[in-house]
């Protein structure tokens, strides 16, 4: 089974030529899911929305999972961002927030960091933390992700303040119901690290994926636009996490990490060059 997940597309920004490689690498992929983790526009304006729904027709993905990120509520319209902060995204994506996807292999758990009243920090409660944690305990054999846009581990000290709220709460309960793997985006800066880095609690086995932006002009630290792609097989020892890069020498995205959790320690090789 082949996931995908793009991060902070921010449409309305976007670069087309870096949209136009992306295009070609999904296609060549043609993805089981393709996961959309926020900001997918810049200001959640009709338009950009509309950017959104033209880039996915072109794109061949069996199944499309999205979670909403702080850019795609209304900015400067603020009737529309206190009575109806999610209606053009749901024009597109539809009206559950926080959507779920669950074959033989694996389960994929949404959940909505975002709030009408918050600019830019996300924020979970206890009682979704509690409720994303039950569905979670419900498939014990599958590899079990949470998805969301706020991140819950950062590695720059300049991100701490992007931290998802309520994190130290649902990371826990999440943990207790078996969670494999934690997905982000928000901070435009992307990394696959053990959760116990940040959250001693945490087994060896749980790691946190963040995704850089997909296709907006605003990198940072050096990345270029990437996306990740989880690989699933029956054997979940096998299963891969890999980071693709856009490379702008050859106008192609290439693998740029390629790494496997849950292998023994000859297969746990993490390749910091390209492939």
């Known amino acids: 089974m082949q996931i995908i997940q793009l991060s902070d597309p921010h449409f309305g920004t976007e670069d ?8 070609r690498t999904l ?32 794109i061949e993905a069996d199944n499309v999972l999205a979670v909403p990120g702080n850019h795609d509520i209304p900015l400067f319209n603020l009737w529309s961002r206190l009575t109806a902060p999610y209606k053009k995204y749901c024009e597109i994506f539809g009206t559950d927030l926080e959507p779920e996807f669950e074959n033989n292999l694996a ?36 590899l079990r992700v949470v998805v969301a846009h706020h991140p819950c581990q950062v590695v720059l000290p300049s991100d701490q303040k992007n931290l998802l709220i309520g994190r130290e709460y649902a990371l826990k309960a999440w943990i207790e119901a078996g969670v494999d793997l934690v997905l982000g985006g928000h901070i435009h800066y992307p990394f696959i690290l053990p959760l116990r880095e940040s959250f001693p609690e945490a087994p060896s086995g749980v790691f946190v994926m963040q995704a850089g932006t997909a296709t907006s002009p605003r990198v940072r630290s050096g990345k270029p636009n990437s996306f990740n792609r989880i690989l699933v097989r029956r054997d979940r020892r096998m299963t891969l996490l890999e980071r693709w890069d856009y490379d702008s020498a050859t106008g192609r995205f290439r693998v740029a990490l390629r790494f496997s959790p849950w292998g023994d320690e000859s297969s746990r090789q993490v390749q910091a060059t390209f492939c």
């Open 107 to 142: 389960l994929i758990v949404g959940v909505n960091t975002t709030h009408k009243y918050r600019h830019v920090d996300g924020e979970i409660s206890p009682q979704r933390a509690d409720a994303v944690a039950r569905r979670l305990a419900s498939a014990p054999d599958k």
């Open 16 to 23: 087309w030529t870096v949209q136009e490689a992306l295009v």
């Open 27 to 58: 296609n060549d992929m043609r993805p089981e899911l393709l996961l959309f983790s926020g900001d997918i526009t810049q200001r959640a304006t009709r338009l950009q929305f509309a950017a959104a729904r033209a880039f996915l027709e072109r």
